[in-house]
Structure formats: C-alpha cells, structure tokens
C-alpha cells in the first residue's frame, strides 16, 4: 500500500511540475506571429545547408 501511495505522489509531483512549466512558458513566451511563418509548402525551399558530409546535396 506504501508503493502505491509513494507512485500516486511521484506521478502528481511530475503532472503539477510540467503544468507549471506549461503555464511559465505561456505567460513569458511572446505570441507567434502567423503571418510571418513561412506557409508549410515552403518548407525545406530555403539556403542549402553546408557542413558536414550529411548536408551535402
């Protein structure tokens, strides 16, 4: 009964922890623009990447 009392707190402790960072994050965060995103067609049509022998076309 112990371990599941002590599981019950640990899940509650990480629920209540990752709420809070949601609700900081929100608060702290400026709004994002949509109008300055690129549309999601052009995804990928920008600079060519350069570095190692992944990027390479």
Do not use: Y
């Not at 300055?36 to 920008?46: D, F, K, N, Q, T």
């Amino acid at each position: 009964m112990g371990i599941d009392m002590s599981k019950n707190l640990r899940v509650g402790i990480f629920w209540m922890i990752l709420v809070c960072f949601f609700v900081w994050d929100w608060t702290q965060s400026q709004p994002v623009n949509l109008r300055l995103e690129a549309p999601i067609i052009a995804v990928g049509s920008g600079q060519a990447p350069s570095g190692g022998h992944c990027a390479t076309f």
